[in-house]
C-alpha cells in the first residue's frame, strides 16, 4: 500500500521515551496493513501496536465489507498482495484455503477481507490489540496523544489515522436536500435494504462509478422484475478489463513543468503509438500507475484544479476498471432493458405518493422510482464531515483540508500539517484521507 511503509519508517525512527505505543484508527485496509507493516517489520519486542476499531472486525471497511460474493475485485489477485515483495502471497494464501486460484482473476472482495484478517493474525502476537470502539477525539498531551471513545481512554506516542473513505454526501439538487425523498438509501452498501426491496421495483441510482456498478449488481441480479435507471452528470462507466496481455507498454513522462493538458495530450498520444504496435489502451493506463504519484506532485495547485474539471472522468474509468465478469454482468442488463444509463444528471424531484418521480435531461419521460441509492461516491471535504473523530481534531487544529478538499493535508512521507501550517509531531496518515498530496494512496 502506498504510504504505509513510509508510515513504519517515520514509527520506529521516533526518538521518544516512549515511541513503542502507536495507535491505529480505522480497522479498514489501510489499518490492517500499516499494522502488519509494522509488526512484520521490526523484531522490537516493546512495540505495542492497537487498533482502533468501531466494529471491532479488521480487514472490512467500506472497500471490502461486502458479503455479495458476486461483488469482485478490479485488480487481478496477482497483484494484491499484502507483500509488495511477496506479490504470490494473495494466491498463496487462496491455495492454503483450499481455492484454486487464477493469477489473473478477479476475486470476490469479501474473500479479501478475509485474507487481510489471516495475514494480520500470522504475524499478531502480545505487540498487537485490538480495540473496538469509534474513536471521538485524538488530544494531544505530553509524550503523545490521548484517544478517547464513548466509555476510555487510551495512551500512544504516535496515532496513524487509517479512517479510510467516508460516506457519499447527501443528494441535493440546486441545494435542495433529497434525504427525505421516499425510499431514500444514503447508504449504499446497506445491501440488506436493497435485496428488501419489492420485487418489480424501479430504482434510480445516482451515479456511475463503481459502487453503482455494485448497486446494479445485488439490486436486478436475483430479481429479473427489477429495472434500475443509473444516472450521473457524464454518464460513463467504468471501463472493463480484458485478457492480460503480455505485451507492457513503459510511458517516459516529459521532464519538466507538466499540466493537466499537456498530460491528457501525451496520454493520447501514447495510446495511439501503442495501437501502432497492436497493444491495447489499458496497457498505457497500467504503465502509468508507478508515476502516478511523483506526476500529480509535479503539478502546482492550479494544474491539479484543471486537471480535476477537465480530464479526470476520462482517466478514472480507464484507470479503475470492472473485472471482465462484471462488466459481462452490466452489459446484459443493459441489453436486456432491465438497467438504463443516462448522463446529464438530475433536473428535479418530486414526490408522487411512496415514490419519487426524477427529471432527467436525457430522457423524455420522467422516472418513477421506488428507491434513490446514493453512489455518489465518498465524501472528500473533511469540513462538511459528519464524523465526530474528524470535526474534533479540526476544532483542535489537529488537521486541515488540503487546497483541493480531497482530504487531510500531509506531506508525502505520511505526516499531517495542523491549522499552524507545521506537522504535527507524532501524527500520521495512510490511505484515502491522503489523495490530495498523492492523488492515488493504493
Not at 434500475?228 to 503480455?246: F, K, W
Not at 497500467?286 to 511523483?294: C, E, I, V, Y
Amino acid at each position: 500500500m502506498g504510504g504505509v511503509v513510509g508510515v513504519e519508517d517515520r514509527v520506529v525512527a521516533r526518538e521518544r521515551p516512549d515511541r513503542h505505543r502507536v495507535a491505529i484508527v480505522g480497522g479498514g485496509a489501510s489499518g490492517v496493513l500499516t499494522a502488519l507493516q509494522l509488526l512484520s517489520g521490526s523484531t522490537d519486542s516493546a512495540l505495542c501496536v492497537t487498533v482502533h476499531e468501531a466494529t471491532g472486525v479488521l480487514g472490512r471497511g467500506i472497500a471490502y465489507g461486502t458479503s455479495d460474493p458476486r461483488h469482485l475485485l478490479n485488480v487481478r489477485a496477482r497483484h494484491m498482495s499484502a507483500y509488495a515483495d511477496v506479490p504470490s502471497d494473495l494466491l498463496d494464501w487462496a491455495r492454503r484455503a483450499g481455492r484454486d486460484p487464477d493469477p489473473q482473476g478477479f476475486l470476490p472482495r469479501m474473500e479479501y477481507a478475509a485474507y487481510l484478517q489471516d495475514t494480520l493474525a500470522a504475524v499478531a502476537d502480545h505487540r498487537l490489540t485490538i480495540s473496538a470502539g469509534r474513536v471521538e477525539d485524538v488530544v494531544p498531551v505530553p509524550g503523545g496523544f490521548e484517544l478517547r471513545t464513548r466509555d476510555r481512554v487510551s495512551t500512544a506516542a504516535t496515532v496513524v489515522l487509517a479512517h479510510g473513505n467516508q460516506a457519499p454526501q447527501g443528494l441535493s439538487i440546486g441545494g435542495a436536500d433529497l434525504t427525505d425523498l421516499p425510499g431514500h438509501l444514503p447508504n449504499p452498501w446497506d445491501l440488506a435494504a436493497i435485496r428488501a426491496l419489492p420485487g418489480d421495483a424501479t430504482v434510480a441510482i445516482v451515479g456511475t462509478g463503481l459502487t453503482a456498478v455494485d448497486t446494479a449488481i445485488t439490486l436486478l441480479e436475483d430479481e429479473p422484475g427489477r429495472h434500475a435507471v443509473m444516472v450521473s452528470r457524464h454518464g460513463l462507466l467504468p471501463r472493463a478489463h480484458i485478457a492480460q496481455q503480455s505485451t507492457a507498454w513503459v510511458s517516459d513522462v516529459p521532464e519538466g513543468p507538466l499540466t493537466a493538458d499537456g498530460l491528457a495530450t501525451f496520454v493520447r498520444d501514447q495510446v495511439a503509438a501503442a495501437r501502432a504496435h497492436g497493444v491495447d489502451w489499458r496497457a498505457v493506463v497500467d504503465g502509468l500507475r508507478a508515476p502516478t504519484q511523483s506526476i500529480w506532485q509535479r503539478l502546482d495547485l492550479d494544474e491539479r484544479r484543471r486537471l480535476l474539471d477537465h480530464h479526470v472522468r476520462d482517466w478514472e474509468i480507464r484507470r479503475h476498471r470492472m473485472a471482465p465478469e462484471v462488466g459481462a454482468r452490466i452489459d446484459g442488463y443493459c441489453r436486456d432493458g432491465r438497467l438504463v444509463l443516462v448522463g446529464g444528471g438530475v433536473a428535479a424531484v418530486d414526490v408522487r405518493g411512496a415514490r419519487a418521480e426524477l427529471s432527467l435531461p436525457a430522457l423524455a419521460e420522467p422516472v418513477l422510482a421506488d428507491a434513490v441509492v446514493n453512489c455518489t461516491g465518498p465524501l472528500t471535504d473533511v469540513t462538511r464531515s459528519a464524523d465526530p473523530l474528524l470535526q474534533a481534531l479540526q476544532g483542535r487544529g489537529l488537521v486541515v483540508p488540503d487546497p483541493l478538499r480531497l482530504g487531510i493535508e500531509s506531506t508525502p512521507a505520511g505526516d499531517v500539517f495542523g491549522a499552524d501550517g507545521q506537522v504535527v509531531d507524532g501524527l500520521l496518515a495512510v490511505g484515502p484521507p491522503r489523495k490530495g498530496t498523492l492523488w492515488e494512496s493504493t
